[in-house]
Structure formats: structure tokens, C-alpha cells
């Protein structure tokens, strides 16, 4: 989560993404939701898709959906300011 979106200096996403190099992370799921905790912006996004990622890997793990192959990453960015 990106916290603090609605300050005037807050790092966009996609600036986010290259200083932390995710763009080059493999075999990796990630997501970054721009939030703002004091209005609840995006928590509930951001909270969703981790749940969602937790279950697929839970029945994954459990050999329910098992994929083939190596895991591509996931590359979800959602446009910060």
C-alpha cells in the first residue's frame, strides 16, 4: 500500500515501482494501491486483492489450481496522481 496519496510530495506508483526495481522481480506476485488512511482511500482495494492473492496461493499450495511451468509476475499498477 502507498500511503499518504494525498500529500503534495507523495511518490506516484509508477515511480514507486522503479525505485523498488519490482519490474524486475520473477516467480513474484505484487500490487501497489495508492491509499490515504485517514479517508479509508483504496484500503479496502488493497485489502481485497490481498485476500484474493492469498487464497489463489492457498489452493494452489493445496494442488487444487496448480500451475505449469514457472510463475510469470504480476505486473498490476494502478495509476498513482
Known sequence: MA?????PNAMPVPEIVEALGLNRLRGRQWF???TVA???SGLW???DW???TLK????TS???SAQK???APSIEVQAGK
Open 3 to 7: 500511503n499518504k496519496q494525498d500529500l
Open 32 to 34: 501497489i494501491q495508492p
Open 38 to 40: 485517514t479517508t479509508g
Open 45 to 47: 482495494e488493497g485489502l
Open 50 to 52: 490481498l485476500m484474493k
Open 56 to 59: 489463489n496461493k492457498s489452493r
Open 62 to 64: 493445496e494442488g487444487i
Open 69 to 71: 511451468g514457472p510463475t
